[in-house]
Nanobody, 123 residues
Framework: QVQLIESGGGLVQTGGSLRLSCAAS????????MGWFRQAPGKERESVAI????????DYADSVKGRFTISRDNAKNTVYLQMNNLKPEDTAVYYC????????????????WGQGIQVTVSS
């Protein structure tokens, strides 16, 4: 069973930065697209950023474009989310997810999920 463990969350002031990490195990990492999703209280889970197996294709939610960057280190089986210029509306539980990459672009549905990590941005 795929295991995804998020780290790097916490409390930050508006305008600050955080870097989330997701360590993946029990999978062939280079065969998987990876994504970051978030869910704020009372809202549905939404896609934040997705990266394909080799990092050449990335997709971002409009609300984070220019502020967040997704990257991956295939040698370390880890995907990152660098979050800059954070805003209170970025407050949410952030989830790492993995989906087998069949080489047809960015997947829509993800099968494997981490437990989530809290990010809180104070105003």
């Amino acid at each position: 069973q795929v295991q995804l463990i998020e780290s790097g969350g916490g409390l930050v002031q508006t305008g600050g930065s955080l870097r989330l990490s997701c360590a993946a195990s029990r999978l062939t990492f280079t065969s998987f697209a990876m994504g970051w999703f978030r869910q704020a209280p009372g809202k549905e889970r939404e896609s934040v950023a997705i990266i394909n197996w080799n990092g050449e294709i990335q997709d971002y939610a409009d609300s984070v474009k220019g502020r967040f960057t997704i990257s991956r280190d295939n040698a370390k089986n880890t995907v990152y989310l660098q979050m800059n210029n954070l805003k209170p509306e970025d407050t949410a539980v952030y989830y790492c997810a993995a989906e087998f990459d069949i080489g047809l672009g960015i997947p829509v549905d993800f099968t494997d999920w981490g437990q989530g990590i809290q990010v809180t941005v104070s105003s």
